[in-house]
């Protein structure tokens, strides 16, 4: 099973029994009913909405099901329990905060979707459908998730316009590191324990306690990185160890990038003082891609809308507008069609919006960031630009041989993607700090420092 198939949660399935069929015994049937019937509690309430214990339940048996085989990861059930009730607590603010922005999946979308996960695995969507049975997973509930994790990447693009900015000195600075050493890959992983923007003394000093109790943990051998990652960390990864992925020098971020090159797989430094909190940072393996003639970048092929804001259109009126003409998208109306008759961009519209092959920086970084996040087929929700508000529909992509400028382009597409990638956390965190959540579980113990 691929990580787009695991990493989607397993849904609330409440038992809802029908309603009395005796109609000559109805205290019996109503005695019956409300005996069989259970009784659900609240497990947190999250600003005007809840999340339930059988939501709970069944996310920490999904959880459960992804460590078959390797139980002795997890940590004990009231901390697993509060791990995953954070995230579905995470998940709830974001999609309350999309709902806000007016941020919406169209039947079509969900479609496509459902349609691309099918395929990530190997299967048709009848054999999809038919597997999720299997694991107990409603079809219906299966759509509500995906539909969330939409909605939640399209949130993300939206966090993106106008944020990330990459300068040439950064890209200059990032290939000339790559000019001196071999093409280096890092699989990492990190523990976090976070801290709020304008900590306090007291609450910095008790992070670092805290962080430093989890090092000695490692150290003394007392627990594994990726068990003590899943019981303590603050990292929205937390539950998959803290697993970063593979990730070269531009998409670590400079405090670490160099004391990184000098460790050997295993090797844990920290704990590290960032914008997020304290981190402990381990490396797992190393790979080497030396640089070559062939080395090949990724280019992108897409259509886009234009509503442009001058001095005839006012910003509000050219978001109203493109947010009208991605509710006709929505509708399932023809994307080449609406940019031939709508579009503010002479070069594209009598192509029906098409923008050909280009790589990620050739519209600036918040436009290539936009197109990157989609999959081929998908279209954007509006997006500021300096321009004017633009709808994307991204129609292909491919791997090019990679000439000076391309090399640029790719460089400046993955610093852009670390820097997002920090300023996503951070708003993460402020979200849920702003957040009302009345947590009705107990919390765990963090774990003492020294010996």
Sequence with gaps: MTPAFRRLSRPLLLALLAAPLLPAAPVLAQQAAAQAQPVDRIAAVVNDDVILRSELDRAIANIRAQYAGKENLLPPENVLERQVLERLILTRLQIQRATDAGITVSDEELERAVQAVAQQNGMSVDQLRARLAQEGIDFPSFRNNLRDEIVTQKLRQGFAQGRINVSEAEVDAALATAATTASQQFHLAHILVAVPDGATPEQLAIAEKKINGVKGLIDRGEMSFAAAAVRYSDSPNALEGGDLGW??????????????????????????????????????????????????VTQFAARQILIKVDDKTSDAAAHAKADALAAR??????????????SDDPATRRRGGDLGWFTADAYGTTFGLQVAALADGQTSAPFRTDEGWVIVQR?????VVAGDENRRAQVRETIGRRKLEDQWDRFLRELRGEAYVDVRTSEPAAPASGG
């Design 395 to 399: 129609t292909g992509s491919r791997q």
């Design 329 to 342: 998208l929505a509708g399932g109306a023809d994307f080449a069609k609406l940019a031939s008759e709508n």
């Design 247 to 296: 990730r070269s020098l531009n998409e670590i971020p400079p405090a670490f990038a160099a004391a990184i090159q000098q460790m050997q797989p295993g090797q844990v430094i920290g704990p590290i003082r960032g914008p997020s909190g304290y981190q402990l940072v381990q490396l797992i393996e190393t790979r080497n891609q030396a640089p070559a003639a062939g080395d090949k």
